[in-house]
């Protein structure tokens, strides 16, 4: 599940850096190498970059 999308700015010249999305896990996950990150720049539908996720994930449950 997505929770955020994000953009900082650290200096005037940094362009918006780091950019960032945080994700959750609602459920466990054991291999999230089943799991890939796609972005696509500027509504382009050509791929621009891919990240495959690696380890694992588990539930947080806050009382």
């Known amino acids: 599940m997505f929770v ?3 953009q900082a700015y650290r200096t005037s010249s940094d ?3 780091p950019q960032f999305i945080e ?6 996950i054991d291999d999230l190498s089943d799991y890939r990150l796609h972005n696509y ?23």
Do not use: C, E, N, W
């Open 4 to 6: 955020g999308i994000g």
């Open 15 to 17: 362009q918006g850096r």
């Open 23 to 28: 994700l959750i896990a609602t459920r466990d």
């Open 41 to 63: 720049q500027d509504g382009s539908t050509s791929l621009s970059y891919s990240s495959q996720f690696s380890g694992s994930a588990k539930r947080v449950i806050k009382f």
